[in-house]
């Protein structure tokens, strides 16, 4: 006789219709297995992918505002300070950027990101989610065309530190608006060198380890890590 038939090959072959499927419970246990770790790594990648996209807006913005600042400091001539700009800096490095919104000064402004009934930004917390104090970034604010949102204090203190400019890397409609994870500061000196807030000769070096901790409740809590975030390579790994 032939083994032409897919009965005759089968027993030939030392195999049954039985033995060459899955049953209905082998199957759900199989499922229930990939649902199980599916539900163990997904988070996981997840929270990984996020850490990465926010170091790279992290970069991407440091380095634009570097070429922004070099560009206005061989244009304009003059030290980055308060006697130079007055209250005109923050127009400045707008137009520099193609700013799409000009949030005006922070103060009593409801028509950008800007001020709760507490007197607190309405998007935005410290490194810990405490309130955040406004007085470092209400003299001035734009948008720009993909979003990022940036914060600018031109107060007295700029005569001696400079101006501190303060970004939304992912701006301010994209979560956590938290200092440190997607909103970092800089410090513009007056010879026009861009500073991560917290390095040496920036207004908070002395500050640097408490004003980037996960622990203290201080309502600046967090102005410091854009430091943090350019010297330590684990920097966003770690963030949770």
């Keep these: 006789d032939s083994l032409d038939s897919a009965g005759g090959l089968s027993h030939a072959l030392g195999l049954s219709r039985k033995s060459s499927a899955f049953t209905l419970a082998e199957v759900l246990i199989t499922l229930g297995i990939i649902g199980v770790v599916a539900a163990m790594t997904l988070p996981s990648l997840v929270n990984r992918t996020r850490q990465k996209e926010l170091e790279t807006a992290f970069q991407k913005q440091y380095t634009l505002l570097q070429q922004a600042i070099m560009k206005i400091k061989y244009e304009d001539q003059m030290p980055f300070d308060r006697t130079s700009y007055t209250a005109n800096f923050k127009k400045r490095l707008a137009q520099e950027y193609n700013a799409t919104k000009d949030c005006g000064a922070i103060n009593y402004n409801t028509g950008c990101v800007l001020l709760d009934e507490d007197a607190a930004f309405s998007y935005y917390k410290t490194l810990t989610g405490k309130t955040l104090d406004r007085r470092y970034f209400d003299d001035g604010g734009f948008i720009t065309l993909d979003g990022t949102t940036f ?90």
């Excluded at 400019?165 to 956590?176: A, E, L």
């Excluded at 908070?204 to 943090?228: D, H, I, M």
């Design 151 to 240: 914060f600018v204090e031109q107060g007295y203190q700029s005569s001696d530190t400079g101006y501190l400019v303060s970004i939304d890397v992912n701006g301010y409609k994209k979560k956590p608006n938290l200092m440190g994870y997607d909103f970092f500061m800089f410090q513009i000196t007056k010879e026009g060198k861009v500073l991560p807030m917290g390095a040496d000769n920036t207004y908070w070096k002395e500050q640097r380890e408490a004003y980037c901790s996960k622990t203290p409740s201080a309502n600046l809590n967090g102005v410091t890590c854009a430091y943090f975030a350019l010297t330590d390579k684990d920097y966003f790994k770690n963030l949770h």
